[in-house]
């Protein structure tokens, strides 16, 4: 079959071509990881034809990329109302009637107050300390603000459903990867505006 691995119709193999393995890698994508399906249709004498099917649950979006301490973690840009540069002072912690819950930090933007939370702080990440950049969402008409080390870059990904049951949890929409082969977690920061208030640090 052409997608066994090893199947090549090279006799010779050189640095591109002859090890069999790329409709291999293809099928396995295809029909493994993305759970759809890959045929195959050969005619003689006109051609072969090769059809790829996958799950309407793989959506290709368009996300920011971004760094929260050491992790790179990506969020839909259609999400995203604005991303600021956090300048010293500009966030204050609010005052809060004694037995109150914990309240998060709030910035002024263009007349508006944006409650500010620390990513890292809110997925045990790190402590937000080198937190430079905010990116801005609207949850229920109000503004929200997560902080975060420093953007990345702008991407258009293919989204897969997360299967482990350890990461069901609100705010993880599912997992991507950025061409390095490593997963790459994709944030629903609505679902995580929702998340009880991190206690700041004393």
Do not use: N, W, Y
């Not at 890698?25 to 399906?37: K, M, N, P, S, T």
């Not at 540069?85 to 500009?90: A, K, M, S, T, V």
């Not at 503004?143 to 990345?152: N, Q, S």
């Amino acid at each position: 079959m052409l997608t066994s691995s090893g199947f090549s119709t090279r006799d010779v193999v050189t640095r591109t071509s002859g090890r069999g393995l790329g409709l291999d890698i293809v099928r396995q994508i295809a029909a493994g990881d993305l759970g759809g399906e890959l045929a195959v249709s050969t005619t003689p004498g006109a051609g072969t034809a090769f059809t790829l099917r996958v799950p309407l649950t793989i959506a290709v979006v368009e996300v920011f990329s971004f760094l929260c301490g050491r992790q790179v973690l990506v969020t839909p840009v259609s999400s995203v109302e604005e991303i600021f540069e956090l300048r010293p002072g500009q966030d204050v912690l609010p005052p809060v009637a004694s037995g109150a819950s914990s309240p998060v930090r709030v910035a002024e933007r263009r007349g508006e107050a944006i409650a500010l939370r620390s990513l890292g702080t809110l997925l045990a990440i790190d402590d937000g300390a080198g937190a430079r950049k905010a990116i801005v969402i609207r949850r229920q008409g109000a503004l929200v603000g997560f902080t975060v080390d420093r953007m990345l870059g702008r991407h258009e990904v293919v989204v897969r459903p997360v299967d482990d049951v350890l990461l069901k949890v609100p705010g993880i929409a599912g997992s991507t990867d950025l061409g390095d082969g490593r997963p790459t977690l994709v944030l629903d920061l609505c679902a995580l505006s929702a998340r009880p208030a991190e206690r700041p640090a004393s």
